[in-house]
């Protein structure tokens, strides 16, 4: 099975940044690409950002240009810096492989106030 760790959320005004961590272990050699997922209470899971093992990003429109998602395979370790931050970016947020594995980590959240 594969083990996700989230950290690096934390409660930020609005304009500022936040930088989240992922560790993953386990069974992670089928992983292709990487995602930052995020669950508002208005709205289902979201998809935010992802990256390939080629490193090829993809950004949901809400995020783009304020969020950028890199990743460290030697360390199988994937952040996501955040700036600009909105309070409409206010959720847990996880990392899962894209598409998804059932299981999902604690997520980290983030608060932004205004």
């Known amino acids: 099975q594969v083990q996700l760790v989230e950290s690096g959320g934390g409660l930020v005004q609005a304009g500022g940044s936040l930088r989240l961590s992922c560790a993953a272990s386990?069974?992670?050699?089928?992983?292709?690409?990487m995602g930052w997922y995020r669950q508002a209470p208005g709205k289902q899971r979201e998809l935010v950002a992802s990256?390939?093992?080629?490193?090829?990003?993809n950004y949901a429109d809400s995020v783009k240009g304020r969020f950028t998602i890199s990743r460290i395979f030697t360390k199988n370790s994937v952040y996501l810096q955040m700036n600009s931050l909105k309070p409409e970016d206010t959720a847990v947020y996880y990392c899962?492989?894209?598409?998804?594995?059932?299981?999902w980590g604690q997520g980290t959240l983030v608060t932004v106030s205004s």
């Open positions: 386990g069974n992670i050699f089928s992983i292709n690409a």
């Open positions: 990256i390939t093992r080629g490193g090829s990003t």
């Open positions: 899962n492989a894209v598409p998804y594995f059932e299981r």
